[in-house]
């Protein structure tokens, strides 16, 4: 997965989007979409995207996948996000953007996006190396089953949890990370 780590350190996404309402700069799973393509064909590796539908719980949540595939090697991070009803908006105005959130978060994990203020491609002078791919923090949370999501959801509508953008985020990077030391193991 070599071209994996090349294509998260040349991969630069500004927050070039704006919202008035919250008064916050993004970056939207399109802009993701964008700026990777070109790396994609330089590198020559493929990117799939998929969104299903599940329910956890009493709730619903378009579950995307992010597949990244390189000379027959396939890396997959996921993303979640909740199909609740807006005020204004059809169902499937909701599913769609239920869609764009959870491919955001799914691509953010793959290619190690980070939504906080001083991300890396927020500050020119971080540079995403290497050793960021391979963590130590793969160790600190469990895989994230199903039932591991259920848990964590119940934990934040009790009160007693992280919000979800923060839970997500380091489920998602949890998976890259073992992905990539088990890679990493694989070739010793």
């Known amino acids: 997965m070599e071209n994996l780590t090349k294509i998260q350190c040349e991969l630069k996404v500004p927050k070039g989007n704006f919202n008035s309402f919250g008064k916050y700069k993004y970056r939207s799973a399109e ?80 290619f190690l996006i980070d939504e906080t203020e001083q991300d890396a491609d927020h500050d020119n002078k971080k540079q995403p190396t290497k050793e960021a791919a391979i963590s130590t923090t793969a160790t600190e949370l469990p895989p994230l089953t199903d039932k591991a999501f259920a848990s964590m959801l119940k934990a934040i509508e009790d009160g007693k949890g992280e919000s979800v953008r923060a839970a997500m985020g380091k489920y998602t990077m949890l998976a890259l990370q073992e992905n990539e030391l088990n890679n990493q193991l694989n070739k010793k």
Do not use: W
């Open 31 to 110: 802009d993701i979409l964008e700026a990777v393509k070109p790396l994609l064909l330089k590198h020559t590796c493929t990117l799939i995207l998929t969104d299903e539908v599940v329910a956890i719980g009493n709730k619903i949540f378009m579950k995307s996948a992010a597949m990244f595939s390189d000379n027959g090697k396939v890396t997959t991070t996921f993303g979640y996000a909740e199909t609740s009803e807006h005020k204004g908006m059809s169902a499937e105005q909701t599913s769609g953007t239920a869609s764009s959130y959870s491919r955001k978060y799914a691509l953010n994990g793959l």
